[in-house]
């Protein structure tokens, strides 16, 4: 009965991150910096400059739901989640010339991504579940996630 309600804690905070993290985004979002309006090309360029970051907010999403529902899937959508966070901060730290992920929502999703890896760390030692598929599916959906994105910036401008 215990661990049911930490769960449910843990999925909660896990929407409710996301649901402040996501009402900050969309503040930015409706009073954008007046040069940038001006180039005419704004709008596309933050939606794709933005979109490996409104992806991992979806992703975070997902996991709190799945833990509060307490799916059988959880440790897959974890991974996916912080593999996806932390390739994202390394990406944007070393490659990236204009940061996607900047400020508060970084360090946030770095502890959350941390958080995520010692759950799914702790979940593997103890029940022994998660197969070699479930992390290779992960790892290439988060390179994709991340990596995407940047992509399309480059072919599109």
Do not use: H, Q
């Amino acid at each position: 009965m215990k661990k049911d309600y930490l769960n449910r804690i843990y999925g909660s905070v896990f929407i409710l991150i996301f649901l402040f993290l996501t009402f900050s985004e969309y503040e930015r979002i409706l009073n954008p910096v007046p040069d940038f309006v001006a180039s005419g090309r704004y709008i596309d360029y933050s939606i794709l400059l933005y979109l490996s970051r409104w992806i991992i907010y979806l992703l975070l999403l997902i996991a709190g739901v799945a833990i509060f529902f307490k799916s059988k899937r959880v440790n897959l959508f974890l991974l996916i989640f912080s593999v996806t966070v932390l390739l994202e901060i390394y990406f944007n730290n070393a490659i990236y010339i204009i940061k996607s992920l900047t400020g508060y929502p970084k360090y946030i999703l770095f502890g959350l991504s941390i958080l995520c890896l010692v759950v799914v760390g702790f979940s593997l030692l103890k029940t022994k579940k998660t197969s070699f598929i479930e992390i290779f599916l992960s790892f290439i959906l988060a390179i994709t996630i991340v990596y995407l994105p940047n992509a399309l910036i480059t072919f599109y401008f």
